[in-house]
């Protein structure tokens, strides 16, 4: 047994890593590391761990007072929980939930993500935050317009100045050579409020001067998913204007 710890190289570390890794899946798995392992061993595992997290070939996630790993295709994050707290919203509504409610749809290593994708729902105008009592609980945006009507929608269009979207949109076709442009990258140009460019965007997409598209989400990060338009179920992470 001190044989193969000695000859235990970092090679092999890395692919058994990866393996219990792949095999564990969204689940996620805790560290290889034991208590009766080699001290060499579990020195070279702990060089490996620390090797693929630098190389962003490892997400670690804390939870209370155990870690889990992950490969980054499978890991859990604030945009993970966002799809299915909004998921949720939509099939409870007209039910009022609370942020605690959304628990539920969550796997145990999304949870301690929860609070995060409910504050990036709210920016993004994806729930809305009412009061009862001395509680917040929250609406499912798009249900809660649908229901509200016409009229409602009508008063998300906000004094926004048309032509410099445009502008930027055209400077953004002008140096990616495409037509369809990121709706972060458009946010980022105009510098606009993200809520207020979604709600101009609706209004556009709703006269038909803009088309939606869905884009990549599996490659989209953080920012691109928050920013995203979700239109009859689905998040479209592009857009193109039409004159």
Known sequence: MASRSRNFT???????????LRKAGAKGAASPVTAKM??????????????MAAAGFLVAVSGGAKTKYFLPDFAPSAATAAVKIARLAAAKHPVLLAVADYKKALTTPEKPFLAEAVQDLESAARLIKLVRGKAFVFAHADSLRALLGPAAR????????GARVRASYRALVARTGFPAVEIVALHRETGLPLHDMQAWLH????????????????????????????????RHL?????D
Not at 154 to 161: G, L
Not at 211 to 228: K, M, N, Q, T
Not at 238 to 242: A, K, S, Y
């Open 10 to 20: 970092l090679e092999e570390a890395l692919e058994k890593i990866v393996a219990r």
């Open 38 to 51: 080699p001290a060499a061993q579990r020195q070279i595992y702990e060089e490996a761990i620390r090797e």
């Open 154 to 161: 009508d008063s998300e269009t906000v004094a926004i100045d």
């Open 203 to 234: 209004a556009e997409h709703r006269a038909g001067r803009a088309v939606f598209g869905l884009g990549d989400w599996s490659l989209a990060d953080d920012a691109a998913r928050a920013a995203a338009i979700e239109l009859r179920g689905e």
């Open 238 to 242: 592009l857009v193109r204007l039409e």
